[in-house]
């Protein structure tokens, strides 16, 4: 079956029904998993736990460049949305096969009347021209920056060079201090040492006097 007949019949159901089947898509990123982790050894993540953790990123981002944090957040959260047809490239699969990413999009959204606005942001993100484009990409490498963090700090020597990949690819000046700080900071002080940062004291039987 050829790509362009690959909707045919789908196109001609009403549009709740198409949103409804847009909806059961979307689902499928929760069971289509990043595949970089194969080759790192250690970690695991599907894309919707990525794309939910990047927008976030992304929304935060924005605030410390000046830019729309609103935007930003959605041009993260759809970054990814073509991978629940797709599937999800690495590194290496890049080198041998290649994916119809926008074609992959644009049947995901017919006849769901979210063809303009999302293609609208691929189209932005995949330009790169406006500040909050490139603050998405910076996002999407922050994410997984602090996954590669965590493999770090859990002994996975490799992660380290991950990163500093990662590092190069970034390209807004807040993406790469906050990416410093990331490299600085131990992934479980949030928890360890807070709120209640004497809690490992009296866990040992040990005053916290």
């Keep these: 079956m050829e790509p362009k007949d690959f909707d045919k019949n789908l196109r001609e159901r009403d549009q709740l029904t198409r949103l409804t ?10 069971k289509t ?7 790192l050894g250690t970690g695991q993540e599907n894309v919707a736990e990525h794309s939910f953790r990047t ?13 729309d944090p609103a935007h930003t957040a ?13 599937g999800d490239f690495n590194y ?5 096969n290649t994916s119809k990413r926008t074609l992959a999009l644009e049947h995901a959204l017919a006849g769901t009347g ?4 999302v293609l609208g942001l691929w189209r932005e993100l995949e330009d790169v021209d ?23 700090d859990l002994g996975n020597a490799y992660a380290g060079k991950w990163m500093e990949a990662a590092l190069g690819r970034l390209r807004t000046e807040p ?17 360890f040492l807070g709120p209640d940062a004497a809690w490992w004291s009296r866990k040992n039987g040990k005053s916290d006097k």
């Design 74 to 86: 959605m041009l993260c959260l759809f970054h990814d949305l073509h991978e629940a047809r797709t």
């Design 33 to 39: 998993p990043r595949t970089g982790y194969q080759f």
């Design 21 to 30: 089947d847009f909806f059961f898509e979307a689902g499928m990123l929760r």
């Design 114 to 117: 979210l063809e303009e606005d």
């Design 92 to 96: 290496v699969s890049r080198a041998y």
């Design 130 to 152: 406006s500040l909050e484009a490139q603050l998405a990409q910076d996002a999407d490498q922050l994410d997984l920056l602090l996954n590669l963090k965590e493999q770090l």
């Design 55 to 67: 927008a976030v990123i992304g929304f935060a981002l924005a605030r410390l460049a000046g830019a």
């Design 175 to 191: 993406g790469k201090q906050l990416a410093a700080r990331i490299g600085q900071t131990d992934h479980t002080d949030w928890w």
